[in-house]
């Protein structure tokens, strides 16, 4: 348990901050896929693959004081901000679960949208589909984001990138 608990903690740090709890979700989430070590069980939610085991790795990680989170009012609604507060660095630093390749990647997923994330989880959720069918997939059950063609084809190349960088 706790070494699970270590690997999300490990992935915040490699971010240095995530905003917002949808984009932390989509990045394990994506990560996983990708074949780095998170545990964590998804199921397919109104933003995407979502996972309430990692909303309560989260929650203890904030509770146990490694993981400082941040509330504040954006444009009516709440946004939380997350990252590795000094005692998570000391647990880090005693306990360390470095994860070869994974900074690069949630570096970069750390600098695209939540909305283009939950577009990528939402595609590699229907990984075994062809690339028509996950097209036909994302726009029925994400026909609210009127995602476009040009939206989907960058998401496939972004994930073939992510793939590259891991391999």
Known sequence: MFEDHLKVVTLIQEAG???GR???QKMVYIAKKLNFPFQEKYQFHFYGPYSEELTLK???LCNMGYIHEVKEKVSGYSQYRYAVNEEGQKLLSTYGAEIELLGDCVRSMNEQSSRFLELVSTIMYFDKFDADEIKEKVQTVKAKQKYTEEEMEEAFAYISNLKNTVQ
């Open 17 to 19: 901050e995530v905003i």
């Open 22 to 24: 949808k984009k932390l």
């Open 58 to 60: 989260i929650e203890e």
